[in-house]
């Protein structure tokens, strides 16, 4: 996609953080929305901000209910006569020791970060094929390219996500179709994904931090503006990037996993462990 100006995009986690930030730059460029959150009072936020000179439609869904989200696909394309851009972005996050999280913790995370952005896929890219052009992004996380600890949950399913996307790519281009794909790492991006993380009490022991200043710490680490992350998706889909990295800080992960592919997790936690409060 070259251009967004009168095409139509449809976004899920539009009510709040790097969501609502692309809504609003998409909405500047001319582009109709299709917003969905399960938030809904967010939501309506993200659709008066969006303005009145582009068509707006909102939707209170949660991504992990695979019919609600092809119903809403369905949805999008009656309401606005077609769909062009899919921005899989809902998410959550978990933290805790992988020995302590049940099974319920992980199931709950996929079903929102990895199942949610499969249907989210599956449930659009016909529409997206049938329209002409079109470009799925997927969020996944700089923590989709390396692990830290206290993070499986979400670590697996950022992985789970690039996986998913840089396939979903090289079978989008095998195929010769007119839809591409792009898979985002974001660094710390400042949102509310801290404040909405579950965070369990082994943290605590882990790291000798109250869970409030482990979610503190948390917060100090999201540097970067979300409107800075939607400039740059919004500049990957243009230029067809198979990979984008958002912030200083993924760019220096990143490396670190290409110089150090195993011995950078001996890094990452020392550091985690100087820091122990
Ligand atoms: N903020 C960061 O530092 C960061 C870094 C890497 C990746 N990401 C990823 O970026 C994406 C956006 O997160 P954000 O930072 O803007 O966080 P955010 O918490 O500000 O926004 C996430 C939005 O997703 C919505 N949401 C959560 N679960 C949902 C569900 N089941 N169904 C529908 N909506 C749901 C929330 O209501 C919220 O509006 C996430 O996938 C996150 O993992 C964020």
Not at 67 to 84: C, L, N, S, Y
Not at 109 to 116: R, S
Not at 174 to 193: E, M, Q, Y
Not at 213 to 229: I, Q
Request: glycine content about 10%; aromatic content about 6%; proline content about 3%.
């Amino acid at each position: 996609m070259k251009t967004f100006t009168d095409r139509t995009a449809a976004i899920t986690g539009a009510g709040s953080g790097i969501g609502r930030a692309l809504a609003l730059r998409l909405a500047g460029e001319g582009c109709h929305l299709a917003l969905a959150d399960r938030d809904a009072a967010g939501l309506a936020e993200t659709a008066a901000l969006a303005g009145p000179q582009i068509r707006v439609t909102t939707s209170e869904l949660d991504v992990a209910d695979e019919k609600a989200v092809f119903g809403w696909a369905d949805e999008v394309v009656a309401d606005h006569g077609g769909v062009h851009l899919v921005v899989n972005n809902a998410g959550v996050a978990l933290s805790g020791t992988a020995g302590s999280l049940s099974l319920d913790d992980y199931r709950w995370i996929m079903d929102i970060n990895f199942w949610g952005v499969v249907y989210g896929t599956k449930a659009f890219l016909p529409h997206l094929e049938a329209a002409g052009e079109g470009h799925v992004v997927n969020l996944s996380s700089i923590f989709g390219v390396a692990a830290q600890p206290l993070m499986s949950g979400y670590n697996a399913s950022k992985y789970a996500v690039r996986g998913f996307t840089e396939s979903l790519r090289q079978d989008l281009e095998l195929t010769g179709s007119a839809v591409s794909a792009t898979c985002v790492h974001p660094g710390g991006i400042r949102t509310n994904i801290a404040k909405s993380a579950r965070v369990h009490a082994s943290v605590t022991a882990a790291t000798g931090k109250a869970t409030d200043a482990a979610t503190a710490e948390f917060e100090r680490m999201l540097n970067t503006t979300p409107d800075r992350a939607a400039r740059t998706i919004l500049d990957g889909v243009r230029r067809n990037q198979r990979r984008v990295l958002i912030g200083p800080d993924a760019w220096v992960i990143d490396s670190m996993v290409r110089l150090l592919p195993a011995t950078y997790q001996r890094i990452v936690t020392g550091v985690v462990r100087s820091r122990r409060g």
